[in-house]
């Protein structure tokens, strides 16, 4: 029997922020001068997140929201997909809550209002080179106003603040191990 072996990736550099309009636009421009793959771009806080009624919104600190830079290697949207099961999968095992991918991310199962509510977004953009995948959590924020229908954070459902750290410590864990199973 022929050994199989399986690349192993990981985050090789952060870059954490404070406060951006986008973690995915820091990265493009990382990307241009350079910046290797597996390269995290991490926030607090974004200022251009959702767009609404009365233009961009804010999403406050308490949530999760980065962007990893990756080689492209492979087709955008299963990376994408990868990530939103890895996020579903946390969630799911860690949270003990139900989830479903739904188009662009991932919802959760709301209780009180008897429906799926998004709580996850997931991007994953080309640029030939690259692979930008991104993802806005609302972990320990609340969604904004105008969203509130259709989204929640687990906060809420939760009735408890969730460690941003071990969270994504434990998002990207999971998003490797699915990662290092698509086609190169």
């Known amino acids: 029997m022929?050994?199989?072996?399986?690349?192993?990736?990981?985050?090789?550099?952060?870059?954490?922020l404070e406060k951006t309009e986008s973690t995915l636009s820091v990265a493009c421009a990382l990307a241009q001068t350079g910046e290797t793959a597996g390269t995290l771009i991490l926030t607090c806080e974004q200022t251009h997140t959702f767009s609404g009624p009365r233009g961009a919104v804010t999403s406050g600190e308490g949530g999760v929201y980065f962007t990893l830079l990756l080689p492209a290697q492979n087709e955008a949207e299963k990376v994408g997909l990868a990530l939103a099961n890895a996020i579903g999968y946390t969630v799911e095992h860690a949270l003990e809550l139900n989830t479903k991918l739904v188009p662009g991310g991932v919802a959760v199962w709301d209780k009180k209002s008897h429906k799926w509510k998004q709580f996850a977004d997931v991007t994953c953009t080309a640029d030939g080179?690259?692979?930008?995948?991104?993802?806005?959590?609302?972990?320990?924020?609340?969604?904004?106003?105008?969203?509130?229908?259709?989204?929640?954070?687990?906060?809420?459902?939760?009735?408890?603040?969730?460690?941003k750290e071990l969270f994504l410590d434990a998002v990207l864990d999971t998003f490797w191990k699915y990662y290092s199973f698509l086609k190169h």
């Not at 022929?2 to 954490?16: E, F, M, Q, S």
């Not at 969604?143 to 906060?155: E, G, I, M, N, Y």
Request: hydrophobic letters at 40%; a positive charge.
């Open 2 to 16: 022929k050994d199989i072996t399986l690349p192993l990736y990981a985050v090789t550099k952060v870059v954490g």
């Open 129 to 163: 080179e690259h692979l930008f995948l991104s993802a806005g959590i609302l972990l320990n924020n609340p969604a904004p106003r105008f969203l509130v229908s259709s989204h929640t954070d687990l906060k809420r459902l939760l009735k408890s603040e969730t460690s």
